[in-house]
Every structure is written in structure tokens, then in C-alpha cells.
T-cell receptor, first 114, second 109 residues
């Protein structure tokens, strides 16, 4: 079984709709992240969480919100989707911040907003 | 601002060697990572450098020069399965990863 899972894998929604992307992990990591990836751009950080009570905005948090329901679950919501939120969204986890601790990525959610 | 630069695309021949360069300007430095990403898939970790020099891991090696803000990923004995995008990322002073846009590597037989 995959260590980091995301649901749904693909989603098409209309402008103005509220949607939620979910992420679960079995790696036991405290740190979880949400990124979006657009063609020609690097991964951009939306939100990150160091534990259930610690949630932080990333580079591009406007239009998004998150919920850390448990150590293993981190959800991303688009309150009112707009077309420029069409992108590939990745959830990631890591064990620690400092040192050679890589981030482990989920398979991604391809979101299209029409 | 913070910036990571990589070539957009490179082409190489199966069995050959290719070097993918990455230059960075970040607020602080706490390590540099290389990831591989096949089309439509998740990035996967390849290497980590925090001290100057070369780190070798099988067919892949990664080099870092902190004074020059420069790294490269060296891939030897290229295989068709190495066709992918290669992402360079730097941890800044806040331990946030700053990502380059990636280099798409095309391997030709």
C-alpha cells in the first residue's frame, strides 16, 4: 500500500463550487504539506502543518484553506473554485525539517475548474 | 527574491552521460535536493547535498558548490526509463523548500 494517498485522483468542477482534496499518510510523519504544480513553474507551497495544532500559510495560500484532522490526515479546500486554480495538487510529508529528510509525495490530484 | 534556475529541456542518447545544472539564489541555505518526476506522477527523491563536493549514488551523482550557488546532477549510462523531469530544490533559512521548474530530460535510442 502507498504511504501517502490522495483522493480524488482527478476532479472536474465548476467555477464557484467548494471542493475538498484529501491526503492520508501511514509514514507516521508530523510534517505535512500541500503544493500545486503548474506547467513551466516549480512546485509552490500552499499550506504546511507541523502537527495537528500547527498550521501555516505557504507562498500561495489565498483562495485555499486546510484542516489537519489527525496526524495522518491533511485536507485542502477550495472555498469557491476559480479557473486559475486548475493545476496538479500534491500532498507531501516529511519526518523533520532540518537535515537530509526528504519529502514523500502522494500521487497527486489533477483538478480542472471550468 | 528567491530563485532556482534549471534548463527547461535537455536531450541525450541512451547509454550516454548527461549533466543537469541548477543555480540558486535563496535566503539562506540548508541543503539542496534533486527529485525525479515522471510525467503525471509524484516527485521521488534522488539526492541531498549540504556540503561542497560530489555525492555518488549508483548511476546518479550530485555536486554542490555553495560559494557559487551551483549544483549539478550527473546521470551515467542513460536508460530509456530515465526520461523524466528532474527537479532541483533548496531549503532556505526557514527550512522551506524552494523548487526549480524542472528540467525535462528526453532520452533517444
Amino acid at each position: 500500500d502507498a504511504d501517502v494517498t490522495q483522493t480524488p485522483r482527478n476532479r472536474i468542477t465548476k467555477t464557484g463550487k467548494r471542493i475538498m482534496l484529501e491526503c492520508s499518510q501511514t509514514k507516521g510523519h508530523d510534517r505535512m504539506y500541500w503544493y500545486r504544480q503548474d506547467p513551466g513553474l516549480g512546485l509552490r507551497l500552499i499550506y504546511y502543518s507541523f502537527d495537528v495544532k500547527d498550521i501555516n500559510k505557504g507562498e500561495i495560500s489565498d483562495g485555499y484553506s486546510v484542516s489537519r484532522q489527525a496526524q495522518a490526515k491533511f485536507s485542502l479546500s477550495l472555498e469557491s473554485a476559480i479557473p486559475n486554480q486548475t493545476a496538479l495538487y500534491f500532498c507531501a510529508t516529511s519526518e523533520k525539517e532540518a537535515g537530509p529528510y526528504e519529502q514523500y509525495f502522494g500521487p497527486g490530484t489533477r483538478l480542472t475548474v471550468t | 527574491g528567491q530563485n532556482i534556475d534549471q534548463p527547461t529541456e535537455m536531450t541525450a542518447t541512451e547509454g550516454a552521460i548527461v549533466q543537469i545544472n541548477c543555480t540558486y539564489q535563496t535566503s539562506g541555505f540548508n541543503g539542496l535536493f534533486w527529485y525525479q518526476q515522471h510525467a503525471g506522477e509524484a516527485p521521488t527523491f534522488l539526492s541531498y547535498n549540504v556540503l561542497d563536493g560530489l555525492e555518488e549514488k549508483g548511476r546518479f551523482s550530485s555536486f554542490l558548490s555553495r560559494s557559487k550557488g551551483y549544483s549539478y546532477l550527473l546521470l551515467k549510462e542513460l536508460q530509456m526509463k530515465d526520461s523524466a523531469s528532474y527537479l532541483c530544490a533548496v531549503k532556505d533559512s526557514n527550512y522551506q523548500l524552494i523548487w526549480g521548474a524542472g528540467t525535462k530530460l528526453i532520452i533517444k535510442p
